[in-house]
């Protein structure tokens, strides 16, 4: 065999493992990049989701304030349970479940826990706040804005709301201090 035939073999052959390599290698970028796009569009999909979702919480606690209960809010709050349910992280649908648990229990029993209840949907609202946007806010701050009997019964609240946390395990962050 004379030394072009083994230089065309050899040149042949480096080129074909070089071009084996470089596919895998792009290949398994592409999976990777894939992937990534993938999480980032299932996760934009629940921010975008769940964005709106503290607002509307809080919108229909006032509605049910204000409304001592009565009116067409029962709509609204299924609405609210199912998007929880959909695209809520794990704390937020645990919180909602919990509300709806005791809805059913204390519907049973016509007990209603006025600062646990509302205590809930600011909870609520707190967490998934969190969830879309990484900031803590104290979920007092609502109670202040919008009870104007707060400075009277923030002790009831106060108790109500860190109760749920702690049962929750939520973030201590969410304690009313």
């Known amino acids: 065999m004379s030394d072009e035939l083994k230089g065309a073999?050899?040149?042949?052959?480096?080129?074909?493992?070089?071009?084996?390599i470089g596919f895998v290698v792009i290949y398994n970028s592409m999976k990777k990049n894939f992937k990534n796009e993938l999480e980032k569009e299932k996760t934009s999909v629940h921010i975008e989701k769940?964005?709106?979702?503290?607002?509307?919480?809080?919108?229909?606690?006032?509605?049910m304030n204000k409304s001592q209960g009565q009116?067409?809010?029962?709509?609204?709050?299924?609405?609210l349970m199912n998007t929880v349910y959909a695209y809520g992280?794990?704390?937020?649908?645990?919180?909602?479940?919990?509300m709806q648990k005791e809805n059913y229990e204390k519907a049973k029993t016509k007990q209603f826990e006025k600062y646990r209840a509302i205590s809930l949907y600011t909870l609520l609202a707190t967490q998934i706040k969190y969830d879309v946007t990484g900031i803590v806010v104290s979920p007092?701050?609502?109670?202040?804005?919008?009870?104007?009997?707060?400075s009277v019964s923030k002790s009831e609240f106060k108790k109500a709301n860190?109760?749920?946390?702690?049962?929750?395990?939520?973030?201590?962050?969410?304690?009313?201090?």
């Open 162 to 177: 860190n109760l749920i946390v702690k049962e929750l395990n939520l973030k201590s962050e969410f304690k009313v201090k």
């Open 89 to 98: 992280s794990e704390k937020a649908i645990l919180i909602a479940a919990t």
């Open 50 to 63: 769940m964005s709106t979702m503290p607002y509307f919480i809080l919108e229909l606690l006032e509605k």
């Open 71 to 79: 009116g067409d809010i029962l709509n609204d709050f299924i609405s």
């Open 9 to 20: 073999i050899i040149t042949a052959i480096v080129t074909g493992i070089i071009s084996i």
């Open 140 to 150: 007092e701050f609502w109670l202040q804005m919008k009870l104007n009997d707060y």
